[in-house]
């Protein structure tokens, strides 16, 4: 199922991959190591985000449309782990 944020997310790890492509030129040609561990901590950070956006879609959209029929104690661990994934 398509999620309405997929196509931000498809567009952030397109230019991800873009970004990954650069650094590979840039251990190929011999760059200092800090400046790539700033870029690759730069990829980490824009993955990691997608990955979030994914999660947090996901629990907004389609567990929350279950847990509407599950009764108060559904809802309540829904929030809980609302909650708890905003740590990711």
């Known amino acids: 199922?398509?999620?309405?944020?997929?196509?931000d997310i498809i567009?952030?790890?397109k230019r991800a991959e873009?970004?990954?492509r650069a650094i590979i030129g840039m251990?190929?040609?011999g760059r200092p190591c800090v400046?790539?561990?700033q870029q690759l901590h730069a990829i980490?950070?824009?993955v990691a985000n997608a990955k979030r956006e994914l999660i947090h879609d996901h629990l907004d959209?389609?567990?929350d449309d279950s847990v509407a029929a599950s009764g108060k104690a559904a809802r309540?661990?829904?929030?809980?782990l609302k909650a708890l994934s905003k740590y990711l």
């Open 18 to 20: 873009g970004h990954l």
């Open 44 to 46: 980490e950070s824009a």
């Open 1 to 7: 199922m398509a999620h309405q944020s997929h196509p």
């Open 61 to 63: 959209h389609c567990l």
């Open 76 to 80: 309540i661990a829904l929030t809980e």
């Open 11 to 13: 567009k952030r790890l």
């Open 27 to 29: 251990v190929e040609v």
């Open 35 to 37: 400046e790539l561990a």
